[in-house]
């Protein structure tokens, strides 16, 4: 039976903060004014639209972290990590109180959890304990116990610290969601019910840095899926994650979280699929790569667009030196047409294409990636074992590989949850934007292009190929 999350937690009414105190960045502001976005169609709720932007010649330090971390025949305990006890009892216990169906407490006491914060969930939490003046998150999926207590923590160390937190509609049924114990630890959260899911998975520091890509704020994000994040210290790109957090945050479907709302499910979520020790879990899954990048061009896109104008792009982005370029599908004259920095990547490829994805369903790309086969681009596609499966990802899989397209199925997670592309060996797509029409027209969703960057995709192809390596290739059925 559902169990209302009020029965045990006390009711707090959260009051919705504009802007932040702490932070004197002008675009960091939580309302936007009525010249804020340029060339928009009135009708159509500029919280919505989202943008897409290039920062030309970018310097910044980064650092990207693979998932997942699992070690072969591991003897991990709670004891190896000094505050596990205290994580316990400030994260899972409450959940464990209204929701005995909860996964998370067979998670915490298996091997796999105990990684005391090695690879991708040391990449979050490093960027959280870095905060010295304010926090913008935005997660699709919120129920990872190290990186719920760095928070909770943050804020008691430093009561001034500005954390604000967005999560997806679902957190209020999902059998794992810590949104509630984040609302219990006087961190303000709000609940974004205007799209069909707010995808996005990104975090945003000090309005300096960010942090995001495919990786969910979950415990089996970092220990059974295949995921990536990039963390980058550049105050442009920060820029733009604040200015689209402020919109989501805007928007009059987006409203303040009170823990009364959550209803946890009985139905925790199992894919019957186990992760084993390979190369990749055991090595891979524990590192945290770093590189400084110099001159390099990025695209910052937010999406969702669903408009009759082709460019859009806020006031703020354009004050800092950016070029606006068209996002996603746009109406025009009667149709929908592909024009974004995505599909242009593709159009531009000369030699490769590499792409890692769970969710594949976009027929434009089918027909871009075929166009790329055939003016001599070679194109290798590895997806979620779950799309060999599915009939819209199927009819495109079919079609690539009758024109000569490699195409392999990855069942070695509980999910290969990637999003990326690499063009080139050079070139690098990666962010929460599954390839798909809802992910183009109907979800919150970003992705970063990072231009002529062969550092960064030396590693992204390294990850690339261990999970090629793993998979089979597609079969197309006997007729």
């Known amino acids: 039976m559902k169990k209302l999350l009020s029965a045990l937690l006390p009711l707090f009414v959260l009051t919705a903060c504009v802007g932040s105190n702490n932070n004197q960045n002008p675009t960091n502001n939580s309302t936007l004014n009525s010249g804020t976005l340029a060339n928009i169609n009135t009708a159509i709720d500029p919280t ?6 290039n920062f030309a010649a970018q310097h910044a330090d980064l650092q990207i972290a693979f998932a997942p971390y699992y070690e072969s025949d591991s003897q991990h305990s709670a004891g190896e990590c000094s505050n596990a006890q205290d994580i316990y009892a400030t994260t899972i216990a409450p959940i464990m109180k209204v929701s005995e169906s909860s996964t998370l407490n067979s998670l915490w006491n298996s091997d796999e959890y105990f990684n005391c914060n090695a690879g991708i969930t040391k990449l979050v939490v490093a960027s959280i304990t870095s905060a010295k003046l304010s926090i913008r998150a935005a997660v699709y999926d919120f129920n990872n116990p190290d990186i719920t207590y760095a928070l909770i923590q943050a804020k008691r160390n430093n009561p001034q610290l500005d954390i604000q937190v967005i999560a997806d509609k679902a957190n209020l049924t999902d059998t794992n969601s810590m949104i509630a114990v984040l609302a219990q630890n006087n961190i303000p959260v709000y609940i974004a019910s205007a799209y069909a899911i707010m995808h996005n998975k990104f975090m945003v520091i000090d309005s300096q840095s960010v942090e995001y890509g495919s990786f969910n704020y979950s415990t089996t994000a970092a220990t059974r899926q295949a995921n990536n994040a990039i963390w980058i210290n550049n105050s442009n790109i920060a820029a733009s994650y604040n ?27 199992d894919s019957g699929v186990n992760v084993v020790a390979s190369k990749k879990t055991e090595e891979n899954g524990k590192q945290i790569y770093s590189i400084a990048m110099d001159n390099t061009d990025i695209d910052s896109v937010h999406n969702l667009v669903n408009t009759e104008s082709a460019v859009i792009c806020p006031i703020s982005m354009t004050a800092l030196g950016a070029s606006c370029l068209p996002n996603y599908s746009y109406y025009s004259q009667g149709s929908y047409s592909q024009n974004s920095p995505f599909y242009q990547a593709i159009n531009d490829a000369q030699q490769s294409i590499q792409i890692a994805i769970f969710t594949f369903t976009d027929k434009a790309l089918v027909d871009d990636l075929i166009a790329a086969k055939n003016r001599g681009v070679k194109v290798q596609v590895v997806a979620d074992y779950s799309q060999g499966t599915q009939s819209y990802s199927t009819v495109g899989f079919e079609k690539l590989i009758q024109n000569g397209i490699e195409v392999r199925i990855n069942k070695s997670y509980e999910l290969l949850h990637d999003k990326y592309m690499i063009v080139d060996g050079n070139t690098v797509e990666t962010g929460s934007y599954n390839y798909t029409a809802s992910a183009q027209t109907k979800n919150a969703e970003n992705y970063q292009i990072y231009h002529n960057n062969q550092a960064l995709a030396q590693l992204y192809q390294q990850d690339w190929q261990a999970i090629f390596d793993q998979g089979y290739p597609y079969q197309v059925p006997a007729q």
């Open 243 to 269: 200015e689209r957090w402020n919109e989501i945050r805007a928007n009059q479907e987006t409203t303040a979280y009170q823990t009364s709302q959550s209803q946890y499910s009985t139905q925790p979520f």
């Open 48 to 53: 919505t639209i989202g943008f897409a932007a």
